[in-house]
Nanobody, 118 residues
Framework: VQLQASGGGLVQPGGSLRLSCAAS????????MAWYRQAPGKQRESVAA???????NYADSVKGRFTISRDNAKKTVYLQMNRLIPEDTAVYYC?????????????WGQGTLVTVSS
């Protein structure tokens, strides 16, 4: 199983970005999908998550600004980020709980850098 994240970049404060993360491999089902981020000098933190049934939860710092969604047919999770602030600057990582015919485990994408700066 491999996860490929994309969509990061440089954006001005108040702007928007949409991150995507697609899974590939022999996958039976993807249960939880999530986004984490790690800012320079800080620990990795949870940003948002979505269950197979569509239940979502968010870190307090992004509630009302970020939206997580998933497309099960495409094995993809998205993170729509609006009203970005400099404190959102970080490397964003996707995570998926994946069941294959042989195993069940958590997988991470390679990270995509989001920089919010004027």
């Amino acid at each position: 199983v491999q996860l490929q994240a994309s969509g990061g970049g440089l954006v001005q404060p108040g702007g928007s970005l949409r991150l995507s993360c697609a899974a590939s491999g022999t996958i039976v089902v993807i249960e939880n999908m999530a986004w984490y981020r790690q800012a320079p000098g800080k620990q990795r933190e949870s940003v948002a998550a979505v269950t197979l049934g569509g239940y979502t939860n968010y870190a307090d710092s992004v509630k009302g600004r970020f939206t997580i969604s998933r497309d099960n047919a495409k094995k993809t999770v998205y993170l729509q980020m609006n009203r970005l602030i400099p404190e959102d600057t970080a490397v964003y990582y996707c995570q998926m709980a994946v069941r294959t015919s042989l195993s069940y485990g958590t997988h991470w994408g390679q990270g995509t850098l989001v920089t919010v700066s004027s």
